[in-house]
């Protein structure tokens, strides 16, 4: 199986069918019709973008200099780096992920670590701004 069917998946299990990748391509939109990531699949690399909700965006927008910040501690973001989209509200991080180290078992924890990264650096981006 190839990087792209072992996502596809990956995907179907976790949204019971409904997620799979298109052109390279998936918006994980949950029940309540919330978009909370797009991910993008290139070879050798996986990116998934994770937009903060205007809600909890910090006045004035987010800090690139906390993204690069973060990215500087390899501790935090492990193989990962953060950066900023267009948008100034969407937070991308980018993963190497080539092709053959892929198997089904580890994205599981693939999502577990990105989430858990996507969690840290909104409180992060959240904490920073408020005080």
């Not at 577990?112 to 996507?118: I, T």
Request: proline share 5%; glycine share 6%; charged share 15%.
């Amino acid at each position: 199986m190839n990087k792209e069917e072992i996502i596809n998946n990956w995907l179907s299990d976790v949204s019971g069918g409904q997620w799979q990748l298109l052109n390279g391509q998936c918006n994980l939109v949950g029940e309540d019709g919330m978009h909370y990531a797009t991910i993008f699949n290139y070879e050798n690399r996986m990116v998934v973008m994770f937009p903060l909700s205007p809600a909890k965006q910090p006045e004035g927008g987010i800090s690139p200099s906390k993204l690069l910040a973060l990215n500087s501690h390899p501790d935090v973001v492990g193989i990962a780096s953060f950066s900023l989209a267009a948008d100034n509200a969407t937070v991308v991080l980018n993963f190497s992920l080539p092709d053959n180290s892929v198997v089904n078992s580890d994205l599981n924890v693939f999502w577990q670590n990105a989430l858990s990264l996507r969690s840290a650096l909104f409180d992060a981006i959240t904490e920073s701004t408020a005080g």
